[in-house]
């Protein structure tokens, strides 16, 4: 057994916990474990020894969380236009819809890095508080970059509110 993997077993508690907190699911967590303890051992090269290996492995799961979080939030987004327009059967429809849920979501990865994962938090229904520990920032940061990124997001989709 590596020491990486001597490392990974001796955090396994703790990224649980972490990962319960991020998910609020116990399933949910228990995927995201795995998925974080595959990513560590396939990039165990890029860990350097004199750094802290728990907040590495948790930077790693973090990065997983949002990026399944913002995968989640575009479907949700696509079902819930077609859910509101199921009873229009025209191609037409769909397709505006589509382009315009493609849009929102461009204008959201556009961001910065900082802005776009507090919006992605946000629009999947986290708290200002809850946003603040999972990104490990003050609550105003937080309240900051969501100001800020409505901001560019109306500039960006102005179009949309005319």
Not at 35 to 57: G, H, I
Not at 74 to 79: G, I, K, L, P, T
Request: aromatic content about 8%.
């Amino acid at each position: 057994m590596t020491d990486i993997e001597k490392e990974l077993l001796g955090i396994g508690t703790e990224l649980l916990i972490y990962a319960r907190r991020l998910t609020k699911d116990k399933f949910r967590a228990e995927d995201l474990l795995q998925e974080t303890s595959l990513k560590v051992l396939v990039q165990r090269d890029k860990y350097r020894e004199n750094k802290c290996f728990a907040a590495w492995a948790k930077r790693i799961m973090l990065n997983s969380f949002l990026n399944s979080a913002e995968r989640e939030e575009r479907m949700s987004a696509v079902e819930n236009y077609l859910d509101i327009y199921q009873g229009t059967n025209q191609m037409a429809d769909r397709c505006i819809i589509a382009s315009e849920t493609e849009d929102i979501y461009n204008a959201v990865k556009q961001l910065p890095a900082e802005n776009s994962k507090v919006i992605t938090l946000l629009i999947d229904g986290h708290r200002y508080d809850e946003i603040a520990v999972i990104l490990d920032i003050p609550l105003g940061t937080v309240k900051s970059r969501i100001f800020v990124s409505r901001a560019m997001l109306r500039e960006e989709l102005k179009d949309y509110f005319e």
